[in-house]
């Protein structure tokens, strides 16, 4: 049986390019979110992991469900439910993030087989150059 990795994701995109952290002790490049805790909406889990990864807080009121995509990765299906959100702060890498990136389409091969469907989406969309 294969594991069900349940994530979900904050699309920030400016000039053409999305955002993207690297967490500690990780080499790969992810579109900031993150696991759903149990008993967790999308809403909950979002505007927790994102305070947590980029200490700013998400406009619950501004949050628009832009895609849910699925990917193998390795022996797990990652789901990655996606949102744009305004927001209320200064984007910080936290303590768990080691680097915060701009992203462009050229970079896609940088982050997880399920980001890269997203970016394919953007892409296609216009907003990633």
């Known amino acids: ?7 979900v994701a904050w699309i920030l995109v ?4 999305v955002l993207c952290a690297r967490p500690r002790g990780k080499d790969v490049f992810y ?9 967790e909406s999308d809403e909950q889990t979002l ?17 628009r469900h ?3 995509y699925e990917a193998a990765d390795g022996a ?10 305004a927001y ?12 915060l990136a701009w992203f462009r389409y050229a970079d896609r091969p940088l982050v997880p087989p399920v980001d890269r469907l997203l970016f394919d989406d953007l892409a296609a969309a216009g907003g990633l150059r």
């Open 88 to 99: 209320r702060g200064t984007i910080t890498a936290s303590a768990e993030i080691a680097e």
């Open 76 to 85: 797990a299906l990652v789901r990655m439910a996606c949102y744009t959100a």
């Open 47 to 63: 505007l927790r992991e994102i305070d947590e990864e980029l200490t700013v807080a998400l406009l619950p009121e501004s949050l």
């Open 1 to 7: 049986m294969t594991q069900l990795i349940d994530t």
């Open 14 to 17: 400016r000039e053409g390019r």
């Open 31 to 39: 579109v900031p979110g993150g696991k759903r805790e149990p008993g």
């Open 66 to 68: 832009v895609g849910t």
